[in-house]
């Protein structure tokens, strides 16, 4: 399980493909709840979600979400990766036992997206604007198992590095909902609350 992280699918290629240019990080500092699931659709896509409470760079208290999808189309693959700030009023539930989500990241001024799909005929590798739309799910803790976590980890994927300094309590949670027009049904997740926890990310494209 990839969790606490989030992270992107691997992609069966070397890295220099997608590692071609960055731009500055954002930076996010997690103090509060924060959710996420990882589950992967009967038609093979993978997606990953995690919103969580914070405070941005500039330490306004705000409310950070990400969200990476992986599969495959005709003769390739295509990655989405998303990634911004949406109303506090989006992420709703003062105990992590039950956290919801609702927002629709395409009426968010600010909020980015990217698709990239790869070729497997000539591997090239082209990228445009990605996903948004609306997202409503639900987290309920599931009582299965609870970890108390301190971990510092960085990592590269086909469009981003993270690199995550964590101290947070979570529990095993199931998301159910919908997320950009997919059904999901019991997903595999976590929720929780952050201990003054950092995330960073630099855009590789």
Known sequence: MRYPLVVAALLLCPL???AQTSTPATVFH????F????????DGLEIIVQVQRGTDSSGNASTFLIYDTFGPVTDGFVDTFASGVIPDSAFQGGDPAHLSLNVDTSQLTGFSSTSCTLSNIDFSFTCGPGSVGLIQLDWQQDSFSSTHTVSNVQQT???FMSQQH????TASALATGSFLG??????SGQAGVNHN???QIVKLQ
């Open 35 to 42: 959710a996420q699931f990882l589950t992967i659709t009967p």
């Open 30 to 33: 997690s103090n509060g709840a």
């Open 166 to 169: 964590t101290v947070a309590d």
């Open 16 to 18: 220099e493909l997608f």
């Open 197 to 199: 926890s950092t995330l």
């Open 182 to 187: 997919v059904t999901i049904n019991s997903a």
């Open 157 to 159: 994927f086909a469009q």
